[in-house]
């Protein structure tokens, strides 16, 4: 079983930048595949990026691809969000998530294959 906690958000411009940490207690951080999701207001919780088991395989959103680089540091146990050149429409409640996975290159992109959740940062772009 794993905890997660996130955190890094806040109030932006647009243009600006935010990086969202996610730690994870627990061990074994390394089985995990992980990602972030975020849910705006009024709206359903949808994907934004994913990274494997292993830091080589990733997804984007394509709303997202080429702002928003997922990483992580197995070592800290925590996964991180880079947001650059964010827009208003970005405005929402970011989640991290965490799957228990055997496969070190697998990345998840539906929400209902993750397991475990962190309980969510604010992220606020304003224009």
């Known amino acids: 079983q794993v905890q997660l906690v996130g955190s890094g958000g806040g109030l932006v411009q647009a243009g600006g930048s935010l990086r969202l940490s996610c730690t994870a207690s627990?061990?074994?951080?390394?089985?995990?595949?992980m990602g972030w999701f975020r849910q705006a207001p009024g709206k359903e919780r949808e994907f934004v990026a994913a990274?494997?088991?292993?830091?080589?395989?990733?997804g984007y959103a394509d709303s997202v691809k080429g702002r928003f680089t997922i990483s992580r540091d197995n070592a800290k146990n925590a996964v991180y969000l880079q947001m650059n050149s964010l827009k208003p429409e970005d405005t929402a409640i970011y989640y991290c998530a965490a799957v228990s996975t055997p496969l070190s290159t697998s990345v998840y992109y539906i929400a209902d294959e993750y397991r475990y959740w962190g309980q969510g940062t604010q992220v606020t772009v304003s224009s």
């Open positions: 990274i494997s088991r292993s830091t080589g395989y990733f």
């Open positions: 627990g061990r074994s951080f390394s089985t995990y595949a």
